[in-house]
């Protein structure tokens, strides 16, 4: 039992999917997971370990923005030894070929926040994924057929900013979308030495102005699911 889980350590298994919102960890279970079981509901963040394909698997909300992800995802390596883990987030795009539902990969995450700086302050540390991740979900996202993109994602502290000037001059140089904890979970990662990929269903576009239900964003993005599972299993 850690402070913000309350699992014992056998109850978590060593790979894990990441989405912010539990109730979307609620959905995967209910519908990608076989014979899966609550292990943690402490302050609402629901945590499930089922079998996928024959392999154990949990899945546990984060919620939203790099401080909350941070608690989870060094609780989860620190106490209960997950080794491999897969954000299944939504993100904004902020490129025109980019579009609601498609996936994307963060190779890399820029980000806003002062959490990686506070331990390196005259440092700019890369936020990367695993090269190993990143390769078989854009192999499995391929031959699904899925729309995929692979490049950098801005981790943003703040979902209503006063100005998009900066966000859309990140994407003038590349950066494909926006969302809240890429950054952090690949920081994490890299400190504690296991491995992490973010990849994320476009839920809204900030060019064009079109986006998903709220609904769509607490369940479905199926297609993700898919990738992401078998991604963690092979
Ligand atoms: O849908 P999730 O995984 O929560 O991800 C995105 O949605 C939230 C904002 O609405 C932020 O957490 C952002 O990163
Ligand atoms: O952080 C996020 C997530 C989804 N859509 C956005 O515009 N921002």
Redesign the pocket.
């Not at 984060?62 to 923005?65: R, V």
């Not at 954000?87 to 993100?91: E, H, K, N």
């Given at each position: 039992m850690s402070i913000h889980i309350g699992a014992a350590k056998n109850q978590v298994s060593d790979k894990i999917l990441l989405?912010?919102?539990p109730l979307?960890a609620k959905y995967i279970a209910e519908n990608f997971l076989e014979d899966a079981v609550l292990y943690n509901e402490v302050r609402g963040m629901y945590g499930y370990t089922g079998t996928y394909k024959g392999q154990k698997v949990s899945v546990q909300g984060?919620?939203?923005?790099m401080p909350s992800a941070a608690i989870y995802v060094t609780e989860l390596v620190k106490e209960y030894d997950v080794k491999k883990m897969i954000?299944?987030?939504?993100?904004g795009s902020i490129q025109k070929d980019v579009h609601v539902r498609d996936i994307v990969l963060a190779q890399a995450a820029a980000t806003t926040s002062a959490i990686i700086r506070n331990d390196f302050p005259k440092h700019d540390f890369p936020q990367i994924a695993d090269f190993d991740l990143l390769l078989k979900s854009y192999t499995a996202a391929k031959e699904n057929g899925f729309n995929v993109h692979v490049g950098n994602v801005l981790?943003d502290d703040v979902?209503y900013k006063d100005s998009l000037e900066d966000t859309f001059k990140l994407g003038e140089h590349g950066v494909l979308a926006v969302?809240?904890?890429a950054a952090v979970i690949y920081y994490v990662a890299a400190k504690y030495g296991v491995d992490a990929l973010c990849m994320?269903t476009v839920?809204d576009h900030m060019l064009t102005g079109e986006e998903t239900s709220s609904e769509e964003?607490q369940t479905t993005f199926d297609d993700m699911m898919i990738v992401a599972l078998d991604t963690l299993i092979s």
């Open positions: 989405p912010g919102d979307r984060t919620g939203m923005g954000r299944v987030g939504t993100c981790s979902f969302e809240m904890e994320m839920s964003r």
